[in-house]
């Protein structure tokens, strides 16, 4: 059997990645995981900068309160100050995102989809909002619209490494296993230092009766971390694999 993959993205399969709201960039997205909620960008609660279309200090000071709630850790207080923010400009493209960000925090994934779905549907260019949707579906074990989100969200942003290795996870869980190959390999390929990626390709290539690519990625893994209790699993596993050739 596989070894069981410990490492910070572990928690990705079940609960999805809490995404770091506000302006998208490649310098934000792309810093090193802070978490093990976040594989590929910053942890971070909502975003005071607005990507939507705030008309009026009360909206965008409601909203602000919110974010400040968000970050003392009252997700309660946050989205009671999210919906005021929403009702004040149903148009707030960020607050309804923030909103429906907090409600995922909250264990209420299927009411956040309404909320995502409304950001969207004020301003569907942005990355973030298709993410954050199907990191809901997948909280709801949806996997067949969190891959189609994580599609949308990978069409705005395709640089994004952390998109196409959600994307993978969802892919697996969904039974396309060549698909998640596949997917994991492409955030290999966009995110070449981060140790989880061929940890994880290593497993579903283990899944698809593959061996030798499995102990090629596992390897690939070993070249970037060399040490701790599960370097020393996969060098076991590595040797288990060799052996059985």
């Given at each position: 059997?596989?070894?069981?993959?410990?490492?910070?993205?572990?928690?990705?399969?079940?609960?999805?990645?809490?995404?770091?709201?506000?302006t998208s960039s490649a310098s934000a997205t792309q810093s090193k995981p802070a978490s093990a909620e976040t594989p590929g960008r910053r942890q971070s609660g909502p975003s005071s900068?607005?990507?939507?279309?705030?008309?009026?200090?009360n909206s965008m000071d409601l909203s602000r309160s919110g974010v400040a709630a968000y970050a003392k850790g009252d997700v309660a207080g946050s989205i009671e100050q999210f919906k005021d923010a929403v009702e004040a400009d149903p148009k707030n493209a960020q607050a309804l995102n923030n909103l429906g960000q907090a409600l995922v925090r909250a264990g209420r994934a299927r009411e956040a989809i309404t909320y995502f779905d409304q950001a969207i549907a004020v301003t569907g260019t942005v990355w973030t909002y298709h993410f954050n949707r199907a990191k809901a579906y997948g909280e709801l074990q949806d996997w067949s619209r969190a891959v189609g989100g994580y599609r949308e969200a990978a069409g705005l942003f395709p640089q994004d490494y952390a998109t196409a290795f959600n994307?993978?996870?969802?892919?697996?869980?969904?039974?396309?296993?060549?698909?998640?190959?596949?997917?994991?390999?492409?955030?290999?390929?966009?995110g070449p230092g981060e140790p989880d990626?061929?940890?994880a390709l290593a497993y579903a290539l283990e899944s698809a009766r593959r061996p030798g690519d499995a102990v090629s990625a596992y390897r690939r893994f070993l070249e970037l971390q060399d040490s701790g209790p599960t370097a020393e699993k996969v060098r076991q596993r590595i040797q288990e694999l060799e052996s059985n050739r």
């Open positions: 059997m596989p070894i069981a993959i410990v490492c910070v993205v572990a928690l990705v399969l079940t609960a999805g990645v809490a995404v770091q709201l506000g900068q607005f990507a939507g279309t705030a008309k009026g200090p994307l993978a996870r969802a892919l697996q869980a969904s039974g396309d296993l060549n698909g998640a190959i596949d997917e994991f390999q492409r955030a290999i390929n966009l990626f061929p940890l």
